[in-house]
């Protein structure tokens, strides 16, 4: 595919720090269309730069498509069983279907989650409403007290703990959690784009230091999951890791496994749930007029007396519009975790050879005007129809398509909405005095 021209051996590198803002992603939408192509070193990348080519990729060719390009970055963490980089086989799917069925064991799906996130809601109200009696018109932040509530969610679902805000263990573990997935954009591409033998050399500190980061993290659980096989009843499970020892426990039990697993739901729980809801707040508050008609379809639709439930997600048509608005404008994920191929493949026209790293450009997708008019306006209506019923897009997939899709997103949805409606009905939000 088409795409600019670079330097020889470290191709179009010394770009790389446009990636972090999303504006070498753009020009690859304006100036080479749907599909483009970039040399990073030895790491040749192809940019889907439209839905529907991602869609012909990820969904209609998922067979060819559906391959993880090998990456130091993530091998450096030596997770074992983990479906997001595992190679696509029948040992993946068998993977993914068992992750399904302990998640479906554990309460995802059915009321019980509903009310963990709801419980979680109240407290996070009520610390909000406390701070802001001491705070006045000085206003006061929302990071510290939503990356509380995410813990907290996803510590209920994991292994049944509610930390109060101030809980010694709590602090530990947003410790051991923070910056776990993120890295330095630069050093990551020029250590993906380097050889392998090279990269090594150069960045073994940091690759050292990756794979040490989740080393806590495995020891605070571990001792979770000892606590769980003195005191769990077989057949009736609180958690994940009931729900997972009720299939797996005995003698080959493999902890690495069950703790790995436990871990790869902290990225989306710590920091999807977080952004998703701060940069909605931020939306609405920004815009009285978009927070009153949020609060009328609240009070309609679900009333001050009960408390917001799954099965209302289908009637809060304006809720729902606003939360993939803030996906579309917020551009959470800049990018979509990369697939390869494995041999030679036609792509709308192209050949994608074998190996290359395959990106989904979600952010110039996101901000394009011929889908989007006026992209860098907050404007939930373009995602109702003329009912006023919501209207998903095709266009906005912050969590991917096809089998390799996000395996959070369902919790991720569930956990968001809830939280979101339960917030907004209780709560109006406005910015602090003269800010």
Excluded at 62 to 68: D, L, T, V
Excluded at 77 to 91: G, L, M, N
Excluded at 259 to 267: A, E, K, R, S, T
């Amino acid at each position: 595919p088409p795409g600019p021209y670079g330097l020889p051996v470290i191709g179009y590198l010394l770009s790389a720090a446009g990636f972090s803002d999303g504006s070498e992603q753009q020009k690859f939408k304006q100036k080479y269309g749907d599909i483009a192509s970039v040399q990073l070193g030895s790491d040749l990348q192809i940019w889907l730069n439209s839905a529907d080519l991602i869609k012909e990729a990820f969904v209609n060719n998922a067979s060819e498509f559906s391959h993880r390009p090998y990456s130091l970055f993530r091998q450096s963490f030596k997770f074992q069983d983990d479906i997001i980089s595992i190679p696509f086989d029948d040992e993946w799917k068998k993977s993914k279907k068992f992750l399904a069925t302990i998640l479906k064991n554990c309460g995802f799906g059915s009321g019980s989650l509903d009310v963990k996130v709801l419980s979680e809601t109240d407290a996070l109200i009520f610390r909000l409403e406390k701070q802001q009696k001491v705070a006045g018109d000085e206003g006061i932040s929302l990071d510290e007290p939503l990356r509380w509530i995410a813990a907290n969610l996803i510590c209920q679902i994991i292994h049944s703990n509610h930390y109060e805000e101030d809980d010694p263990e709590l602090k530990q573990l947003l410790a051991m959690s923070k910056g776990l997935f993120t890295f330095d954009l630069t050093k990551t591409m020029l250590m993906e784009a380097l050889p392998y033998w090279l990269a090594r050399r150069i960045f073994r500190s940091d690759i050292n230091e990756i794979s040490n980061r989740p080393l806590g993290l495995r020891n605070f659980l571990r001792k979770k999951i000892t606590e769980h096989e003195a005191t769990r009843t077989p057949g009736e499970p609180r958690d994940f890791i009931d729900a997972y020892l009720d299939e797996k426990a005995g003698p080959n039990l493999n902890y690495t496994k069950l703790i790995d697993n436990c871990i790869m739901f902290l990225p989306d729980s710590l920091d999807t749930l977080p952004l998703a809801i701060e940069w909605l707040v931020l939306y609405v508050a920004r815009f009285p007029h978009i927070q009153t008609i949020l609060h009328k379809e609240l009070d309609d639709i679900v009333g001050r007396a009960r408390e917001p439930q799954l099965k209302d997600k289908a009637k809060l048509n304006y809720l729902e519009a606003c939360m993939l608005e803030t996906y579309r404008l917020a551009n959470i994920f800049p990018g979509l975790i990369p697939h390869t191929v494995r041999r030679n493949v036609w792509l709308a026209g192209y050949t994608i050879p074998r190996g290359a790293s395959i990106h989904g450009n979600t952010i110039a997708i996101n901000l394009d005007p011929n889908v989007f008019p006026n992209p860098l306006e907050f404007r939930p209506e373009r995602h109702l129809d003329a009912n006023g019923n919501f209207k998903p897009s095709e266009h906005v997939i912050p969590f991917g398509v096809g089998p390799r899709s996000c395996p959070g997103q369902p919790l991720s949805n569930v956990e968001i909405f809830l939280v979101a409606s339960k917030l907004f009905q209780k709560l109006q939000f406005n910015f602090p005095l003269n800010q």
